[in-house]
């Protein structure tokens, strides 16, 4: 059973940043791929990076390209996702995901989801 937890979101102002974390329980941890998604009121849930098992292969979506860092820490089960210079448009509940494959793109559905957390970014 993989139960993955996020942490770290919170109220920033525009052009600040946070770091999300995702804590992952279960032995495959270290052979999936991790992503994480979010979702803006109203919106559906959208893609907004991934990293390999390894996490030598990362993907992001075009909005958060040059201003977030997928990362991970095998050891510690965790993944992270650093953001700079947020945006207004960034706020969203962001979701911890992981998948079945030690690959992943933007296309690929992950298997197993956290419960979210808020990042809400003020103008």
């Known amino acids: 059973q993989v139960q993955l937890v996020e942490s770290g979101g919170g109220l920033v102002q525009a052009g600040g940043s946070l770091r999300l974390s995702c804590v992952a329980s279960?032995?495959?941890?270290?052979?999936?791929?991790m992503g994480w998604f979010r979702q803006a009121p109203g919106k559906e849930r959208e893609f907004v990076a991934a990293?390999?098992?390894?996490?030598?292969?990362?993907t992001y979506a075009d909005s958060v390209k040059g201003r977030f860092t997928i990362s991970r820490n095998n050891a510690k089960n965790t993944m992270y996702l650093q953001m700079n210079s947020l945006k207004p448009e960034d706020t969203a509940v962001y979701y911890c995901?992981?998948?079945?494959?030690?690959?992943?793109?933007?296309?690929?559905?992950?298997?197993?989801w956290g419960q979210g957390t808020q990042v809400t970014v003020s103008s």
């Open positions: 995901a992981q998948y079945l494959w030690p690959l992943a793109s933007s296309g690929s559905s992950p298997k197993y």
């Open positions: 279960g032995r495959t941890f270290s052979s999936s791929a």
């Open positions: 990293l390999s098992w390894t996490g030598d292969t990362t």
